[in-house]
Structures are given as structure tokens and as C-alpha cells.
């Protein structure tokens, strides 16, 4: 379980930052968010991730592309029913294809481009929040850029949680937040 917790959250949170590397203008929205609404006397806070729903669109779309569990937990159908037009028995095994449902041209526009605008009328909801925390503490603290002018390879991995093929490089420097609160003496 401790696994599961970690790993998918690193995940994540490792497609989230090449998703931003290759659209800069979203990182920058990202940090005009938390620049407004946190500024740069304090640290990003647990209770700041549900005011933050740039963060959390990103965070969703993040997650609707690259979903930390493409194939979801097995289902068994309790009674007979239809799913897809497919006539299922009681106990049959299902499962569900979720990396596919976030990419059905059929559900969705430009399924595969990263788009967290697509997400902006989720509401509040902050079910996301040590990603949220993390992501938001990386944004607020770090200006961050590709390693070359070359977009960052999106190649999928293997794995139960989808890793990316490649890990992520990336340059980060930081900003003036880090000087007011962390202290290297």
C-alpha cells in the first residue's frame, strides 16, 4: 500500500513537470496562479490547494493522459448486465481500460493534447493534495526549463503505473521564495 501511495504519486508528478517543460506558457499560468493567490512571503500550504484550480486543472489533465493506473482494479459485475453493448454475466471479470476511455477521440477534443483548460469546470475539489502540495512547492520555488530547445520525449514506460521511458531531465534554478526561507549556513 505504502508502494502504491509513493510510486504513483512520483509518477504523476514526473509527467506533470514534462507536460509543463513542453508547454511553458501553462507553467507560467501555473505560476501567475500561486504568485496571486500565495505570493512570495509564504510557502505554499495544504489549505491553499483548493483555491489553486489552475494547479488542480493541470493536475487532472496530468492524470487524464498519463493516469497513474492505466488499467483500473478488476471489476466483477454482481448481476447481468450491458456494458459497451456487450452482454455481461453476474461474476463476470471486467476490466476497464482507463488510459483508452482518456483518449477516445469519441469523449474527448484533441484527446491527446495537454490541455488543463478542458478541466475548468471541475469545481473545487483538492482530492489531489500531496501531488498538489508537491507540484505547487516545485512551481513556487523553481524556474524550470528543457535541458535543449527539443521538446521532452512523452514515451510511455512499462509498468503497472506507467512510468515514463525515459526519466525526466530537466534545469532548475531558484527563485527569490527559497533565499526568504530555506537558509544554507
Known amino acids: 500500500m505504502l508502494l502504491a501511495g509513493t510510486d504513483t504519486s512520483a509518477v504523476t508528478l514526473e509527467w506533470a513537470l514534462a507536460n509543463l517543460l513542453n508547454h511553458p506558457n501553462i507553467l507560467a499560468k501555473a505560476r501567475e496562479e500561486l504568485d496571486k493567490k500565495i505570493g512570495q512571503e509564504c510557502l505554499i500550504d495544504e489549505p ?14 496530468t492524470l487524464r493522459l ?28 471486467l476490466l476497464v481500460n482507463a488510459w483508452a476511455i482518456h483518449r477516445d477521440p469519441g469523449l474527448w477534443d484533441d484527446p491527446t493534447s495537454f490541455k488543463p483548460e478542458r478541466n475548468k469546470n471541475e469545481g473545487k475539489e483538492s ?20 535541458v535543449s530547445e527539443e521538446e521532452v520525449d512523452m514515451s510511455e514506460g512499462k509498468g503497472a503505473t506507467m512510468p515514463r521511458e525515459k526519466p525526466l531531465d530537466a534545469i532548475c534554478t531558484s527563485r ?7 537558509s544554507w549556513r
Open 48 to 61: 491553499d490547494i483548493s483555491n489553486l484550480s489552475y494547479l488542480q486543472n493541470i493536475i487532472s489533465e
Open 66 to 93: 498519463y493516469p497513474a493506473a492505466p488499467l483500473l482494479l478488476p471489476h466483477a459485475s454482481s448481476e447481468d448486465c450491458v456494458v459497451g453493448g456487450y452482454h455481461l454475466p453476474r461474476d463476470t471479470i
Open 127 to 146: 482530492y489531489k493534495r500531496i501531488v498538489g502540495l508537491t507540484l505547487g512547492t516545485l512551481i513556487q520555488c523553481f524556474e524550470w526549463e528543457r
Open 176 to 182: 527569490p521564495i527559497v533565499k526568504n526561507f530555506f
